[in-house]
């Protein structure tokens, strides 16, 4: 089969969950021999090479609310003169211009990751365009899959029509030693963590307030770009003294960082299947996420704590709490990781995305 992947900016991945599941699925599915083209954007790829896809770059216009939907159009019309069997949207801002291919009798696969239209980045504008193309890729799509149970049947129920579930998933890793992160004055068991991007849903700015709560010599370290948005430099400008700033970090780096954590936080308000989480449990590291139905990965991971809707104080108590026991920790942390590993490899959910891509097929027959 040959496959063209529209809607991410492109492999390999250096940020964005979109991009790291089409850089894993691309790999998995050529290693069933399928070809896989994926369809990127210059700036993002750069001279960059991937040996699992191959990888399309076309134009676009580099501003904040053109850039996906002018490289997507391009893309989507660079598709129609490629020898494909299906098309693989991803996400609903690409999804408006599902219909074009489709037109052409292509059959496409639609993809959610995430209810993007509520996050709180976006204009009334931008929103606007996001649930259209979610209502275009849902009406166009002979397919589509969301990768959490709740965001799949809140679609299905919405638009009176099936949506697959086909979760995230995690490489099988170990348990790295500090050694890199010593340069910043980390060391096993010294800082709590949070990864991710630095937007309002992620709820950075209460994890800094809960911060101020706790009484510890550890540190709070934070992953992710906090120069690349007006949230992110406030977050910045207010942390305390106690709070370290690393900017993005990948490979091995990150897997130190997970890995000698002695919490790692998550208090996002929105997702759609955290990948932090699924890295942080494989790495061992015990985690506290917020109670939303999209961190609950399928009610399998037992060794996760949750807290719920109490605030800034609740979440504080809940770090205290956790701190404060390193038994709990370790138990829950190696109670997770076997359970991530096991439920969530990219091996069975490349074999369940080839059976919705089959599906598709047979619908565009």
Same mark, same amino acid.
């Given at each position: 089969?040959?496959?063209?992947?529209?809607?991410?900016?492109?492999?390999?991945?250096?940020?964005?969950?979109?991009?790291?599941?089409?850089?894993?699925?691309?790999?998995?599915?050529?290693?069933?021999?399928?070809?896989?083209?994926?369809?990127?954007?210059?700036? #993002?790829?750069?001279?960059?090479?991937?040996?699992?896809?191959?990888?399309?770059?076309?134009?676009?216009?580099?501003?904040?609310?053109?850039?996906?939907?002018?490289?997507?159009?391009?893309?989507?019309?660079?598709?129609?003169?490629?020898?494909?069997?299906?098309?693989?949207?991803?996400?609903?801002?690409?999804?408006?211009?599902?219909?074009?291919?489709?037109?052409?009798?292509?059959?496409?696969?639609?993809?959610?990751?995430?209810?993007?239209?509520?996050?709180?980045?976006?204009?009334?504008?931008?929103?606007?365009?996001?649930?259209?193309?979610?209502?275009?890729?849902?009406?166009?799509?002979?397919?589509?899959?969301?990768?959490?149970?709740?965001?799949?049947?809140?679609?299905?129920?919405?638009?009176?029509?099936?949506?697959? #579930?086909?979760?995230?998933?995690?490489?099988?890793?170990?348990?790295?030693?500090?050694?890199?992160?010593?340069?910043?004055?980390?060391?096993?068991?010294?800082?709590?963590?949070?990864?991710?991007?630095?937007?309002?849903?992620?709820?950075?700015?209460?994890?800094?307030?809960?911060?101020?709560?706790?009484?510890?010599?550890?540190?709070?370290?934070?992953?992710?770009?906090?120069?690349?948005?007006?949230?992110?430099?406030?977050?910045?400008?207010?942390?305390?003294?106690?709070?370290?700033?690393?900017?993005?970090?990948?490979?091995?780096?990150?897997?130190?960082? #997970?890995?000698?954590?002695?919490?790692?936080?998550?208090?996002?308000?929105?997702?759609?299947?955290?990948?932090?989480?699924?890295?942080?449990?494989?790495?061992?590291?015990?985690?506290?996420?917020?109670?939303?139905?999209?961190?609950?990965?399928?009610?399998?991971?037992?060794?996760?704590?949750?807290?719920?809707?109490?605030?800034?104080?609740?979440?504080?108590?809940?770090?205290?709490?956790?701190?404060?026991?390193?038994?709990?920790?370790?138990?829950?942390?190696?109670?997770?990781?076997?359970?991530?590993?096991?439920?969530?490899?990219?091996?069975?959910?490349?074999?369940?995305?080839?059976?919705?891509?089959?599906?598709?097929?047979?619908?565009?027959?």
């Amino acid at each position: 089969m040959r496959i063209a992947m529209i809607g991410s900016r492109g492999v390999p991945a250096r940020s964005g969950g979109v991009e790291r599941v089409v850089e894993e699925l691309a790999r998995e599915l050529s290693a069933l021999s399928h070809e896989v083209l994926v369809y990127g954007r210059r700036e #993002y790829v750069g001279n960059r090479h991937c040996d699992t896809a191959k990888v399309i770059l076309t134009g676009g216009l580099r501003t904040k609310h053109l850039d996906t939907f002018t490289h997507t159009a391009t893309a989507a019309m660079d598709v129609l003169r490629r020898k494909v069997d299906l098309v693989h949207v991803h996400s609903p801002g690409p999804a408006l211009w599902s219909w074009l291919p489709a037109l052409a009798g292509l059959p496409v696969v639609f993809t959610v990751h995430a209810p993007d239209w509520q996050r709180q980045k976006w204009s009334p504008i931008a929103r606007a365009a996001l649930l259209a193309g979610l209502r275009c890729g849902m009406s166009t799509a002979k397919a589509v899959t969301a990768v959490s149970k709740g965001l799949a049947e809140e679609l299905t129920a919405r638009f009176a029509r099936e949506v697959h #579930y086909v979760p995230n998933a995690v490489r099988p890793v170990e348990p790295l030693p500090a050694e890199r992160i010593r340069r910043w004055g980390l060391a096993k068991d010294n800082y709590v963590l949070y990864v991710g991007r630095i937007e309002p849903e992620k709820r950075l700015d209460m994890l800094l307030a809960a911060w101020e709560q706790v009484d510890t010599a550890r540190r709070l370290v934070v992953v992710g770009d906090f120069e690349e948005r007006p949230y992110g430099r406030l977050c910045h400008r207010r942390a305390g003294d106690g709070v370290l700033f690393v900017g993005p970090q990948y490979g091995d780096v990150l897997g130190e960082l #997970y890995s000698n954590a002695a919490l790692l936080v998550q208090p996002s308000a929105l997702e759609g299947m955290s990948l932090v989480l699924l890295e942080a449990a494989a790495y061992e590291c015990c985690v506290l996420a917020a109670n939303i139905p999209a961190n609950r990965l399928n009610r399998c991971c037992g060794g996760f704590v949750y807290f719920n809707g109490g605030g800034i104080g609740e979440l504080a108590e809940e770090i205290r709490r956790l701190l404060g026991d390193e038994e709990l920790r370790r138990a829950l942390a190696s109670d997770a990781r076997p359970r991530v590993l096991s439920e969530f490899s990219w091996s069975k959910t490349a074999r369940r995305m080839l059976e919705v891509y089959n599906i598709a097929l047979q619908e565009g027959r």
